[in-house]
């Protein structure tokens, strides 16, 4: 089989790589140890948000800042797998879903993150993001490149077992800030990403099964 390579967005690799470097500080800031002032809330290292918005709490906040780079990740881990002839077309075609749905919900949360006067992910932009992945099932640029240079089987299998760890990180997310959160259109999103993705982790399980 032949393979038709794809150049790819830098934007995607460079905010996946900036989400694996920031997600420890996100992770510190949503267990309770960044300092909130009465003045306002604070985002990661100590940066100040401004004044969240009434029914709008840090833990909303934080859900987006790294949700955004989250869907951004498998965004281009779904691009790695398009416009390929040794890719099963029903992966293909799932790799199609992920980005149509995850792609609007991007600009959702960003727009979100601009009405609320939340600053974006620090370090956006930034390389880096080799070895391990990081929480919520973030995964290494190496990991990335490996599913860029592999072929047929194992690409699939890489891509599906990547996906299905990362939709469980995400899920996970989502389910913290139903718990913590106080935004009813936060809580909406997260009620929408925990149906969705669990319906495709089903699937790709599936998927796995049948090349067992």
């Not at 800042?65 to 040794?86: F, K, N, Y």
């Not at 640029?141 to 690409?155: F, N, R, Y």
């Not at 936060?186 to 790709?204: G, K, N, R, S, Y």
Request: charged residues 25%; negative net charge; proline residues 5%.
């Amino acid at each position: 089989m032949t393979r038709t390579t794809i150049v790819r967005p830098a934007r995607r690799r460079a905010s996946a790589a900036a989400a694996i470097a920031g997600a420890a500080a996100l992770a510190l800031a949503l267990a309770g140890c960044v300092t909130v002032n009465t003045g306002g809330s604070n985002g990661p290292g100590g940066m100040p948000m401004g004044d969240l918005p009434d029914g709008v709490n840090q833990a909303d906040a934080m859900f987006t800042m790294m949700m955004i780079p989250h869907h951004e990740q498998a965004v281009e881990m779904s691009e790695l797998v398009l416009g390929r002839d040794d890719i099963d077309p029903e992966i293909v075609a799932l790799a199609e879903e992920i980005i149509a749905a995850q792609d609007p919900e991007i600009e959702l949360m960003e727009d979100w993150l601009d009405d609320w006067g939340v600053p974006s992910m620090p370090g956006a932009g930034h390389g880096g993001g080799h070895g391990d992945g990081g929480p919520g099932g973030m995964m290494s640029d190496d990991d990335l490149d490996a599913i860029e240079d592999a072929q047929g089987d194992e690409a699939e299998l890489l891509y599906l077992e990547g996906m299905i760890e990362h939709h469980e990180g995400a899920i996970d997310m989502a389910q913290d800030v139903l718990d913590d959160g106080e935004s009813t259109e936060v809580a909406e999103l997260a009620d929408t990403i925990i149906e969705t993705q669990q319906v495709e982790i089903d699937l790709m399980r599936d998927l796995i099964a049948d090349r067992s």
